[in-house]
Nanobody, 122 residues
Framework: QVQLVESGGGLVQAGGSLRLSCAAS????????MGWFRQSPGKEREFVAR????????YYADSVKGRFTISRDNAKNTVYLQMNSLKPEDTAVYYC???????????????WGQGTQVTVSS
């Protein structure tokens, strides 16, 4: 019911920054909880951050807390992930996720984007 397209990934040195964007289709974006997950080789998909439709409920994984910021612009049907102080262990494919009203921690109820590669060199 919703299509998601991520952009903004790339190669960056440790300590650098990237801003990921996720553009969503449809007219009900403001009712969707949005989030970011990531997956790297040899690891399971892991939760990174999520944000409610109103932006009042925001959660981060401990591994990114204080470094990453999730935000959204409902007028533009877009969610962002600002990533600062990047570390090599942040290297992964980052996926945008969307779910009606509530996004579960494991993303089991989510629609997914195609993913964007983030590579952090040391």
């Amino acid at each position: 019911q919703v299509q998601l397209v991520e952009s903004g990934g790339g190669l960056v040195q440790a300590g650098g920054s990237l801003r990921l964007s996720c553009a969503a289709s449809g007219r009900t974006f403001s009712t969707y909880a949005m989030g970011w997950f990531r997956q790297s080789p040899g690891k399971e998909r892991e939760f990174v951050a999520r944000i409610s439709g109103s932006s009042f409920n925001i959660y981060y994984a401990d591994s990114v807390k204080g470094r990453f910021t999730i935000s959204r612009d409902n007028a533009k049907n877009t969610v962002y992930l600002q990533m600062n102080s990047l570390k090599p262990e942040d290297t992964a494919v980052y996926y945008c996720a969307a779910a009606p009203f509530v996004l579960t921690h494991d993303g089991s109820n989510a629609h997914w984007g195609q993913g964007t590669q983030v590579t952090v060199s040391s």
